[in-house]
């Protein structure tokens, strides 16, 4: 059995329990590492500290919020400032944009928000105990994912589609000691019942997500994500810096 294969296999087998004297296998309570806490963050889709832009037009679905920057950090997105000043709407976005020089509450809003992003990232970025260390030395292309934790020391290519495998209840977190590369026209799949809501990528590198290219889970960044012309994420961007979006489509994690 191949080792890529066998990074499945055992994953399924961790899922599973047997019963009734080996007869019957059912499978067992939710796989993978406890969940990450977003806090506030989490009413968020998009969270950044330095800038969030788009070259028209983009979707997003959920609400976008800045700070410490002011909202002249906002571009690309015709901003309508709401008649009590607290938020702003756009064509582009399903939801509220905040930024961290509109009225009260907004301000402390988002410094709530942004330290429980900086949580989260430690958090998730500091669990020890790998299930899973540098599998396919960073590069997932072709590889189906059960839950656990996985640890990369170097950054991770994503050249062709991915699966992620496993139920609705399973969680998955990759800490990525470098960039998160998916290049144009793949995909991040997902089978069994995995929600993108359960899958957390912990970066410390530049995102960057190609053209045309369908991406799943909470992204935690250190630095900056860019989303390349027409490429979709479901899930979340937090960033510690700036997001990017090229004609891209954004959903909150279902």
Same mark, same amino acid.
């Given at each position: $059995? !191949?080792?890529?294969? !066998?990074v499945?296999?055992?994953g399924?087998l961790a899922?599973?329990?047997?019963v009734a004297? %080996?007869?019957v296998?059912?499978?067992?309570a939710?796989l993978?590492p406890s969940?990450v806490?977003?806090?506030?963050?989490g009413n968020f889709?998009?969270l950044a500290? +330095?800038?969030?832009? *788009?070259?028209?037009?983009?979707a997003?679905?959920?609400?976008i919020g800045l700070?410490?920057?002011?909202? !002249?950090f906002?571009t690309?997105?015709?901003?309508?400032?709401?008649?009590l000043?607290?938020?702003s709407s756009?064509s582009q976005?399903?939801?509220?944009?905040?930024?961290a @020089?509109?009225?009260?509450? +907004?301000?402390?809003?988002l #410094? /709530?928000?942004i330290g429980? $992003?900086? /949580?989260a990232?430690t958090? &998730?970025?500091?669990r020890p105990?790998? @299930?899973?260390?540098n599998?396919?030395?960073? @590069?997932?292309?072709?590889? #189906?994912?059960?839950?656990g934790?996985?640890?990369?020391?170097?950054?991770?290519n994503i050249?062709t589609?991915? #699966?992620? !495998?496993g139920? *609705? +209840?399973? /969680?998955?977190?990759?800490?990525? *000691?470098g960039?998160?590369?998916?290049?144009?026209s793949?995909?991040?799949?997902l089978?069994?019942?995995?929600?993108?809501? @359960?899958i957390v990528?912990?970066?410390t590198g &530049?995102?960057?997500?190609?053209?045309?290219?369908?991406?799943? %889970?909470i992204?935690?960044?250190?630095? *900056?994500?860019?989303?390349v012309t027409s490429?979709v994420?479901n899930?979340?961007?937090l960033?510690? +810096?700036?997001?990017a979006?090229?004609?891209?489509t954004v959903?909150?994690?279902?």
């Open positions: $059995m !191949s080792y890529l294969k !066998s499945f296999v055992l399924l899922s599973l329990s047997n004297g %080996g007869a296998l059912e499978r067992a939710a993978g969940a806490n977003l806090g506030t963050a889709v998009i500290k +330095t800038g969030v832009s *788009s070259v028209p037009a983009s997003v679905i959920g609400n700070s410490p920057a002011a909202a !002249s906002i690309g997105f015709s901003l309508i400032l709401s008649p000043g607290t938020f756009s976005v399903a939801g509220q944009i905040k930024a @020089n509109y009225a009260v509450p +907004t301000p402390s809003q #410094t /709530t928000a429980d $992003m900086g /949580t990232f958090d &998730a970025a500091g105990n790998p @299930n899973f260390l599998i396919g030395t960073g @590069n997932l292309g072709g590889l #189906t994912l059960a839950p934790l996985y640890k990369f020391s170097t950054g991770v050249p589609s991915v #699966t992620i !495998s139920s *609705s +209840t399973d /969680t998955w977190i990759f800490q990525v *000691s960039t998160l590369v998916q290049a144009a793949t995909r991040v799949n089978a069994g019942g995995a929600l993108p809501r @359960n990528w912990v970066v &530049a995102v960057t997500i190609g053209g045309s290219a369908t991406f799943q %889970g992204i935690l960044a250190k630095t *900056s994500v860019t989303l490429s994420l899930g979340r961007i960033s510690q +810096t700036n997001v979006l090229q004609k891209a959903t909150v994690a279902a």
